[in-house]
């Protein structure tokens, strides 16, 4: 079991890993930054209780904001099998002198849930996405990526049921190998952000959000 914590930020996977690690610390910040302008202008377009393109924008503008860092989404590609076609994020890092392909899925969780079935088949659906891009020239990895959002029809009563639902959802995805994943990172949603929303709007319970990735090999050319 997680210790309790007031940390906002998790990684769970390879420190080795350190472009992917930094690129997700300024997704958390992008996240955060959101998160506040909501919390003080009364909006309710939390990011990730919109759609895949809209989390995976979020990802792309956190790439564009690191140093020597570009990013392109839903650009035109061939996929094996099929007539050309879009792929979802193409992340390169000039620094490392590596890219990146991102294909993701998205998936919603009851906050109350430890199952991890949904989140598996959804992580393997990513994986062939990625394999099906053509094979890069230079050096790149593929990312298969899964934004998991956890939610609750109302929020809990009581801080502590709220604290002890959540310390459970990480706790479910701390061991990325048992998921079949390379890593996972685990935003919390600003402080009252999530309980001022679904007050206001009478709407699910969104305490924050988990990507959870696959480090995925290309097919041969």
Same mark, same amino acid.
């Given at each position: 079991?997680?210790?309790?914590?007031?940390a906002r930020? $998790?990684y *769970?996977?390879?420190?080795?890993?350190?472009?992917?690690?930094?690129?997700?610390?300024?997704w $958390?910040?992008?996240?955060?930054?959101f998160? +506040?302008?909501?919390h003080?202008k009364?909006y309710d377009n939390?990011p =990730?209780?919109?759609?895949?393109?809209t989390?995976a924008?979020?990802?792309?503008?956190a790439?564009?904001?690191?140093?020597?860092?570009?990013?392109?989404?839903e650009y035109?590609?061939?996929?094996?099998?099929?007539?050309?076609?879009?792929?979802?994020?193409?992340v390169?890092?000039k620094?490392?002198?590596r890219? =990146?392909d991102?294909? *993701?899925k998205?998936?919603?969780?009851?906050?109350?849930?430890?199952?991890?079935?949904?989140?598996r088949?959804?992580?393997?659906?990513?994986?062939?996405d990625v394999?099906?891009l053509p094979?890069p020239g /230079?050096p790149?990895?593929?990312?298969?990526l899964v934004?998991?959002?956890?939610?609750?029809?109302?929020?809990?009563? $009581?801080?502590?049921?709220?604290?002890?639902?959540w310390?459970s959802?990480?706790d479910?995805?701390?061991?990325?190998?048992s998921?079949?994943? /390379?890593f996972?990172?685990? $935003? +919390?949603? =600003?402080?009252?952000v999530?309980?001022k929303?679904?007050?206001r709007s009478?709407?699910? *319970?969104?305490p924050?959000?988990?990507?959870?990735?696959r480090?995925v090999?290309?097919?041969?050319?």
């Amino acid at each position: 079991m997680i210790k309790p914590s007031n940390a906002r930020f $998790h990684y *769970f996977g390879d420190s080795r890993w350190r472009f992917v690690k930094s690129l997700f610390r300024q997704w $958390h910040r992008l996240l955060s930054d959101f998160e +506040k302008v909501i919390h003080a202008k009364g909006y309710d377009n939390l990011p =990730y209780r919109e759609s895949e393109r809209t989390n995976a924008g979020v990802l792309a503008a956190a790439a564009t904001l690191m140093t020597d860092t570009v990013a392109l989404e839903e650009y035109p590609v061939k996929r094996r099998g099929q007539d050309v076609g879009r792929a979802d994020l193409w992340v390169c890092d000039k620094r490392g002198n590596r890219s =990146y392909d991102f294909e *993701f899925k998205m998936l919603w969780r009851s906050l109350r849930s430890t199952r991890t079935g949904n989140l598996r088949r959804a992580l393997a659906a990513a994986s062939r996405d990625v394999r099906r891009l053509p094979r890069p020239g /230079d050096p790149s990895w593929g990312v298969a990526l899964v934004f998991l959002v956890p939610s609750l029809e109302r929020a809990p009563r $009581h801080a502590a049921e709220s604290e002890q639902l959540w310390r459970s959802f990480i706790d479910t995805l701390s061991s990325p190998r048992s998921l079949g994943a /390379d890593f996972v990172v685990i $935003h +919390k949603a =600003y402080p009252g952000v999530a309980e001022k929303l679904a007050a206001r709007s009478k709407d699910a *319970f969104l305490p924050g959000v988990a990507a959870v990735g696959r480090r995925v090999a290309y097919r041969r050319r």
